[in-house]
Nanobody, 127 residues
Framework: QVQLVESGGGLVQAGGSLRLSCAAS????????MGWFRQALGEEREFVAA????????YYADSVKGRFIISRDNAKNTVYLQMNSLKPEDTAVYYC????????????????????WGQGTQVTVSS
């Protein structure tokens, strides 16, 4: 079993920055990919960014490309999401997910490929 705990959310003005963290733990933590998704009020959960744990290849949604950076610290079993130039439309609950079993990277943006989820952290961007 894998436990994921997000932190770092908060209230920020438009144009500001936040860094989210997601710490993973479990009896033996091993994963293929870690991802960040977000869910705005009344909307479906959507892909934000993902990173292949071994090798570090990254993927981004078009809406955050150039503004957000996903990274990981293998020694700490932690994935980060640095969010810059935040916009009001970035307001959402942000969740990290883990997918232990390898799959076709074409599906990396697919919610159902992620088996474990954190509880989420609220990000609010004011205009």
């Amino acid at each position: 079993q894998v436990q994921l705990v997000e932190s770092g959310g908060g209230l920020v003005q438009a144009g500001g920055s936040l860094r989210l963290s997601c710490a993973a733990s479990g009896r033996t933590f091993s994963t293929y990919v870690m991802g960040w998704f977000r869910q705005a009020l009344g909307e479906e959960r959507e892909f934000v960014a993902a990173i292949i744990w071994s090798g570090g290849t990254t993927y981004y949604a078009d809406s955050v490309k150039g503004r957000f950076i996903i990274s990981r610290d293998n020694a700490k079993n932690t994935v980060y999401l640095q969010m810059n130039s935040l916009k009001p439309e970035d307001t959402a609950v942000y969740y990290c997910g883990a997918a232990p079993v390898p799959f076709d990277r074409l599906l990396i943006r697919t919610l159902s490929r992620y088996n474990y989820w954190g509880q989420g952290t609220q990000v609010t961007v004011s205009s």
